[in-house]
């Protein structure tokens, strides 16, 4: 018996980790659930129009607090659309209502926001963490197929672990692209040359490629030109990293999965061990 002490010992302390972890995690969800009752709210930035204040995937905060001035980003649904749109005040009209714009965008919004259609007033401003609430979903799905597939043979739930985490950091970078990527702003041709005007959409600095290489930060815009073009303009983007930073991103990436083949091998060697006891 005395051979199972320290087992049990490590046994109670991870349950009384565990314990707290899901106290921690009760307390933020209930701090949650009060606030979003009040009417806060939290946004994830899908468009580049208030690049580079607001870059796309950044998650907002919003208060409920409608004592709205010039200068203020509010989210607001205009009637006649089904899109929420996060724009910076620049105007308010004698009755009360406002006038809004988005940074990139060279003129003003076409309507005129009463204060019926503001939802709320940004007060927190997180780049890229929007990024993160959009794979939550995927990441949810990959450990409930995880529990599901875990019930087969002990010998599998290591590989399944692995191949899954790697899935979940797989598929949100493929659908949404959120490291490097560029969308158009707007594109002319002037004295027989193209001129691009566009904005970087993803969390890294990178080169955008027209004719030659553009350097551009993360989140903001670039100007480009080229006496060479085709009716489809397409923008070759790269990540704008040292070896060592590339090298970086790849230990990040294979840490989560050989942790988790690490742990699941863990798992089924303890069971092994209990069973024969």
Not at 72 to 100: C, K
Not at 242 to 248: A, H, R, Y
Request: with cysteine; proline share 6%.
């Amino acid at each position: 018996m005395g051979a199972l002490t320290p087992r049990l010992s490590t046994k109670a302390a991870k349950r009384v980790v565990g314990i707290l972890v899901f106290l921690g995690l009760a307390a933020l969800v209930v701090a949650w659930a009060v606030w979003y009752l009040t009417g806060g709210k939290l946004y994830v930035i899908t468009t580049p129009s208030m690049s580079p204040k607001e870059p796309v995937g950044s998650l907002v905060v919003a208060s409920p607090d409608r004592n709205v001035k010039v200068g203020d980003i509010v989210i607001f649904h205009p009637a006649g659309t089904n899109m929420i749109f996060a724009h910076e005040v620049v105007g308010r009209l004698p009755n009360g209502s406002f006038r809004t714009k988005g940074l990139l965008n060279s003129s003003l919004d076409p309507w005129i926001v009463s204060r019926s259609q503001v939802k709320g007033k940004v007060v927190s401003i997180f780049p890229a963490l929007g990024r993160v609430m959009q794979a939550i979903p995927i990441w949810i799905v990959c450990f409930l197929l995880y529990i599901v597939l875990g019930l087969g043979p002990p010998r599998w739930r290591a590989p399944i672990a692995a191949a899954l985490f790697a899935v979940a950091l797989a598929v949100p970078l493929i659908i949404y692209h959120p490291l490097v990527n560029a969308q158009i702003v707007t594109a002319i041709i002037k004295h027989h040359d193209l001129h691009v005007y566009a904005v970087s959409t993803g969390i890294l600095d990178s080169w955008i490629r027209l004719g030659h290489n553009y350097f551009v930060a993360a989140g903001h815009t670039v100007v480009m030109s080229t006496k060479h073009y085709q009716k489809v303009v397409t923008l070759p983007v790269i990540a704008a990293l040292n070896w060592w930073e590339w090298l970086v991103i790849a230990v990040i990436w294979a840490i989560p999965t050989l942790v988790a083949w690490h742990y699941a091998g863990t798992l089924e060697e303890s069971n092994k061990e209990m069973a024969s006891v």
